[in-house]
């Protein structure tokens, strides 16, 4: 039976740890889109940052479809305030957003963090509009603003979903 409400790929989609075998090609995409552009990032500095991160034992999945890798989320325990889980990075491949990918990724990520902690937080430019209309979507709400925290220039917004509450925005 199908379910309508259902993203149209999600059914197709598995969610798996990242693998040092992962990072070269996620590491080129990301580089290649704007928004991680803006922040300076490179295919060097993030196949580090993910390599690293791995090294680490950090919880950095990625979504895969018919053996190819569509999308990635990192996330962190505890990693708003000691308290909250936090969602560090998402990104999904060029090409492949718009099809149900991230909306997946952060489906997982609740299943994960709403286990074991109350609320998730992250942080999206303020130029991304896209991206704050997809955590809308998915019941997150503004609620604070980081004035040129990450680069010059660029606020930082706060979305912030807890588990249980239902967002009236
Ligand atoms: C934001 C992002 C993770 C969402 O994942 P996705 O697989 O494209 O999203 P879904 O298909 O599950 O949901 C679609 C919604 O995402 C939003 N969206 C964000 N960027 C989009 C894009 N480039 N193309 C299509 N939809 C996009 C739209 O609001 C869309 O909702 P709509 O139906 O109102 O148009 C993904 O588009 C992406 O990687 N964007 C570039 C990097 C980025 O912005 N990362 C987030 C940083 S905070």
């Known amino acids: 039976m199908t379910d309508d409400r259902r993203p149209p790929t999600a059914e ?3 969610i798996r740890l990242l693998a040092y075998a992962d990072v070269a ?15 300076g990032v490179t295919e060097e500095s993030m196949s580090k940052r993910l390599r690293d991160g791995i090294a680490e034992g950090a919880k950095i999945f990625v979504a895969e479809r018919a053996d190819d890798v569509v999308g990635f989320i ?15 990075l998402i990104g999904v ?40 209309r997809f955590y809308q979507r998915l019941g997150y709400r503004e609620s604070g603003k980081l ?15 807890q588990h249980g509450v239902v967002s009236n925005k």
């Open 93 to 132: 491949r060029p090409g492949e957003r718009g099809h149900g990918v991230g909306r997946a990724l952060m489906a997982f990520a609740e299943q994960n963090v709403f286990a074991q902690h109350c609320d998730l937080f992250l942080l999206v430019s303020d130029f991304n509009i896209d991206a704050q």
């Open 12 to 14: 197709q989609i598995t």
């Open 74 to 88: 990192w996330l962190v325990e505890r990693g708003a305030f000691s308290r909250s889980g936090y969602v560090q």
């Open 147 to 161: 004035e040129d925290y990450v680069v010059q220039g660029v606020n930082e917004l706060i979305y912030w979903k």
């Open 25 to 39: 090609d996620i590491a080129s995409w990301v580089a290649a889109t704007p928004l991680w552009q803006r922040y």
